[in-house]
């Protein structure tokens, strides 16, 4: 049975290969998703992805997730310190998730070290850079496969 995951990256991600590249890489949002593509192709595994610099967008495609998605690994990006909608989502459609950073936020400034997600995901990546994403979802593929999903 296919899976079904959903990559979801935050504000300001759009952005990613030029915003200050010495922190988050010269890798880009679009080289990210196509490497993505491919692995996720590779693993059996349908991938769906969505970006937006706006947190209310956010929620309703957490929200359409219920039911459609077995797994969501989620970048929140600056959300992180300050989304409890987004978390709040998360919480209401059960759905399993990855929190997922590219730079180390705990190596940051002290307002970044908190975040709304970390105590309720399957696991946290932050600090790989662009690989972080090859990472979470290798072990959201893993995870998987650890709980058998009953047959409809």
Known sequence: MARTILLINGPNLNLLGTREPHIYGSTTLDDVLAAAQKQADGLGITLHTFQTNHEGAIVDRIQEARGNVDA?????????????????????????????????????????????????AVGVICGLGAYGYTAALDFVASHLKLEKKPAP
């Open 72 to 120: 969501i690994i989620l970048n929140p990006a600056g959300l992180t310190h300050t989304g409890v909608t987004v978390r709040d989502a998360l919480l209401a459609v059960d759905i399993p998730f990855v929190e997922l950073h590219v730079s180390n936020i705990h190596a940051r400034e002290p307002w970044r070290h908190h975040s709304y997600f970390h105590d309720k």
